[in-house]
């Protein structure tokens, strides 16, 4: 079943979908693997796109035999995979946990398929692209790969024109171009263009922290390095860390509201404490969704003392 229950990647609950099929192949082949991985960076280009979420996914798939062979019980495997992802959002770090030490070629493979499912859309803005160049900064992999892969992206998800295009054999005729009339000199700085330059860079904040979002460096520690329960967490997480343990659910409202009390980008909060949370206890801390769930059990050791401190 996909997600599977040997997938320590993901929290299954006894509400959690899951889909059945028949599989015969080794279910976690080191190919299938890298396959989820670019599936989820996939998935978080699909969710940017949601008018050709279904045109992407296609796309993609038809692209991927190029890069990589699965049998076909494995590419039903990785559709019910992409399916999930879909439903449940993901990350850079989570991605980078899942190739592990990758070679080169794998993480390549999961950059393409980030550039491949983009180009699907042809009007790529710069928040795109700015997403684009994360992911391959993230990777190690030369964003140069990924402006050739969007032109050659491009133009395979292009549709061709359904008839052949006239080229005439006669000589171009001699134009004289009109000069521009002279610019008026400006009066003052171009508030629009300011405007345009400023919702560019609020949109690829935005989009880098609530989709790819890396972690922050903790600038510092709530007890001396080493020490105590929540050793590794700023304070600001640390403070949010313990406000969360006054209930198992959470409404998206509430914790969004919490987080951003303390000064903290919910999104990547939540990601910050779930690397902590894996790190310390092998598993994460907060399952994404509405209501947000709190594992306490994961903490039952250090609880008390956690408490204790407020």
């Known amino acids: 079943m996909e997600p599977g229950p040997e997938d320590t990647t993901e929290r299954l609950e006894d509400s959690t979908v899951v889909q059945v099929f028949r599989c015969t192949s080794d279910s976690q082949s080191r190919s299938i693997i890298v396959a989820s991985a670019a599936a989820m960076l996939v998935a978080g280009v699909m969710r940017v796109n949601k008018g050709v979420a279904d045109k992407i996914e296609e796309f993609w798939l038809s692209q991927l035999p190029s890069r990589l062979s699965l049998p076909t019980d ?34 390549e493979f999961c950059a393409w398929s980030a550039t491949v499912a983009a180009s699907v859309n042809s009007n790529i803005d710069k928040p795109q692209i700015a997403v684009l160049e994360a992911i391959h900064d993230a990777l190690s992999v030369p964003r140069t790969a990924l402006y050739v892969g969007l032109h050659a992206g491009i133009g395979a998800a292009t549709a061709g024109a359904d008839e052949p295009v006239a080229v005439s054999d006669e000589a171009p005729e001699i134009l004289h171009p009109i000069p521009r009339p002279p610019a008026a000199e400006p009066n003052g700085p171009d508030m629009d263009r300011l405007a345009r330059i400023r919702a560019d860079t609020e949109r690829v904040s935005a989009m880098l922290a609530d989709i790819f979002a890396e972690n922050e460096p903790a600038p510092e520690m709530p007890k001396q390095a080493g020490e105590g329960p929540l050793a590794g967490l700023d304070t600001e997480h640390a403070t949010l860390l313990t406000k969360l343990l006054a209930s198992t659910e959470w409404t998206r409202q509430e914790f969004d509201a919490a987080a951003t009390k303390i000064g903290l980008m919910p999104h990547g909060a939540m990601e910050a404490l779930n690397e902590w949370a894996f790190d310390r206890y092998g598993d994460a801390l907060v399952e994404d969704g509405d209501p947000l769930l709190i594992n306490l059990a994961l903490l039952s050791e250090d609880l008390a003392e956690i408490t204790a401190d407020q």
Do not use: F
């Open 74 to 107: 494995q590419m039903t495997r990785l559709r019910a995979r992409l399916t999930w992802y879909r439903r449940n959002s993901g990350s850079l770090p989570k991605v980078k946990r899942m190739l592990g030490e990758a070679t080169l070629e794998e993480r």
